[in-house]
């Protein structure tokens, strides 16, 4: 990297898609705010999924040599999809560890955090997930979420919803995408400072 101190960081031209796919933004796509052609070469994915990394201002980029390539999140950092064993593979490759909480968010879509991996659930698997809620250990009723879904945040508490994910039981909270990442203090858009 010493070869090259002067190489700018990147902004804008690299994002992450609600459902893992990493897509590439050229200047048309960022002047029209369309979402970029989806990568498609797996040695390409493959080198960008190793080196995705978050600086400590919660700013996701991926590290090409000497230069940082900032992500714009369409949602959360990491995208899971469920496997037909019931873990929890995120867009990187990687098996999600343990969650520790879930949340069903405003729009419906579902987040998941585990260790330091907060990620969305692929839309395509939120019927999956739908079917492992219970509460008092039956089956949850659609009618027993929408409540849950339209219930305020003091009444929220008065609901005992569990998801399993993988081999565990974790409780539902309800949350929307902006307030969980200022909770962890993750940036969705990352863009160059202004006094630079």
């Not at 609600?18 to 493959?46: F, K, S, V, Y």
């Not at 899971?80 to 879930?102: F, S």
Request: aromatic share 10%; hydrophobic share 40%; proline share 5%.
């Amino acid at each position: 990297m010493a070869k090259w101190p002067n190489v700018p960081h990147c902004y804008g031209w690299l994002a992450l898609d609600a459902r893992g796919n990493w897509r590439m933004r050229d200047e048309r796509a960022q002047a029209l705010n369309l979402a970029g052609d989806i990568i498609r070469n797996p040695t390409l994915q493959g080198f960008i999924n190793r080196n995705y990394l978050c600086d400590g201002n919660g700013n996701w980029y991926f590290q090409n040599g000497p230069q940082k390539v900032y992500v714009d999140l369409a949602a959360t950092p990491y995208i899971a999809q469920i496997l037909p064993d019931n873990q929890w593979r995120l867009h990187t490759g990687q098996i999600m560890p343990a969650a520790t909480r879930v949340w069903i968010l405003d729009d419906g879509n579902i987040v998941c955090l585990a260790d330091q991996f907060l990620s969305q659930l692929d839309d395509r698997d939120i019927a999956l997930f739908l079917e492992t809620l219970t509460e008092n250990q039956l089956p949850l009723s659609e009618t027993r979420l929408l409540e849950f879904m339209e219930a305020s945040a003091e009444a929220v508490s008065e609901f005992t919803i569990s998801a399993r994910i993988r081999d565990q039981e974790v409780r539902l909270e309800k949350s929307d995408l902006i307030s969980l990442m200022l909770e962890v203090a993750y940036c969705q858009q990352p863009r160059l400072p202004e006094n630079n």
